[in-house]
Every structure is written in C-alpha cells, then in structure tokens.
C-alpha cells in the first residue's frame, strides 16, 4: 500500500499545470494486496483530452522522479460514466475497487 506522502506527491505532480477532475487509485495499491514488484495503477478523468496517447506519456513522465512504476490511463468523465458499469472495462475496475485520491 502507497503510504500517504506517496499519495500526496502524486497527487500535486499530476495536477501541477494540468487541469484534472479525478484521480482514481486502483489495481493491488487499491486493495492492499501490492507488493514491492507492483506498479501503480492510476485512471485519470480530464475534460481536456485532445491527444489521449501524449497525455497519458506526459502524466507518466511527470512521475518519473517518484520510485514507482506508474501505468497512467486518461479518460473523460462522460466515458468513465459511460462504462463504469460494463464488466471488464477499466472505468468498472476503478469504480468497484478504486480509491478516489483527488476530485475537483
């Protein structure tokens, strides 16, 4: 489990300079069943998305200086609403055992 400082960094490095509307926490840090080989697995919820692709490279990028390995999914809000109830998809993952760390 990411330790509340971790929370905290990550929190302030993804939204320094971006304007994000939700940072949800999911995967094995979610559940506490992480270990030191697990990564961290973050959805990103931001109206702003022009080049899906670039901005997910630049969120990991931003967290690069943390000692983690991040994978960093962006969506907007209407998909997220959209597919948070279809089995199997990422929204649903996030929704069932996702940690909101920040909301606007």
Known sequence: MLSETTVTQ???ILLSGLQLN????FGSQARG???ERSDVDLLVLTSNINDRYALM???RGKL???KYAFDVI????EEFERDR???GT???????EGEIIYEA
């Open 10 to 12: 990550i929190k302030e």
């Open 22 to 25: 939700k940072i949800i926490l």
């Open 33 to 35: 069943t992480a270990d």
């Open 57 to 59: 490279r630049e969120l």
């Open 64 to 66: 690069l200086p943390l």
């Open 74 to 77: 962006a969506i907007t809000p």
């Open 85 to 87: 109830d279809i089995p």
């Open 90 to 96: 990422i929204s649903r993952y996030a929704s069932l």
